[in-house]
């Protein structure tokens, strides 16, 4: 599977931006056919985006402030979508993220294009950095809420740190998904992980007998 098979998706009907839709779907398309052609992340400018793309650099920065901005929004397209979380529980909403966490990773690991494009994005810091406040910081803030709706409801300890906390629940899951490419993500993972962590992760009982 390649960067390419997760093109941008309209959904809906595309009347009332017809015109701008086309333009955007030929500047995201420019950008993954240079890329599929070995072009490296540093050597694709704006200039020639649009060159291949077939549009002005203006219809282009109407759109993106930058190439950063551009290459994130192509990156997080090609990723599994934020996910709808059943606000049920905690633990259906730990499980809720730590799936698409394995789902990136099954994906990164299937695509040569995504992972090459990712690991150029973190020898680029201006990328990386526009990658990390846009896409991996507000990932962090929703992990945060709901470990912090978990405390304020009673399934969750309050004498933990929120970050220590985070990264017992969410780091084993990233550690195996992005830092073990080696390591197996079979379906079932995340209700494994979620439950094991939150088990240690629940109120202590004080009652006696």
Do not use: C
Not at 76 to 81: D, F, L, M, S
Not at 117 to 142: C, F, G, L, T
């Amino acid at each position: 599977m390649s960067l390419a098979d997760h093109r941008p998706r309209q959904d809906g009907p595309t009347r009332g931006r017809p015109r701008s839709e086309a333009v955007e779907r030929s500047i995201t398309e420019g950008v993954l056919k240079l890329l599929e052609d070995g072009v490296p992340l540093a050597e694709l400018s704006i200039e020639r985006i649009a060159r291949t793309a077939g549009v002005g650099k203006a219809a282009i920065y109407r759109r993106w402030s930058g190439k950063e901005e551009l290459f994130v929004d192509i990156v997080r397209a090609a990723e599994p979508p934020d996910p709808e979380l059943p606000g049920t529980s905690v633990r259906d909403d730990v499980v809720a993220l730590l799936e698409q966490t394995r789902q990136r990773g099954l994906m990164t690991r299937s695509s040569v294009l995504l992972h090459n494009v990712i690991a150029q994005m973190k020898s680029s810091p201006k990328i990386w950095d526009a990658y990390h406040a846009n896409v991996i910081e507000p990932r962090r803030r929703k992990q945060y809420a709901i470990l912090r709706r978990g405390q304020e409801s009673g399934e969750l300890r309050t004498d933990i740190d929120i970050d220590v906390m985070n990264d017992m629940v969410f780091g084993p899951m990233l550690v195996r998904a992005v830092m073990r490419p080696d390591a197996d993500l079979p379906e079932g993972l995340a209700e494994q992980i979620a439950d094991v962590a939150l088990t240690g992760l629940r109120p202590v009982s004080t009652s006696t007998t």
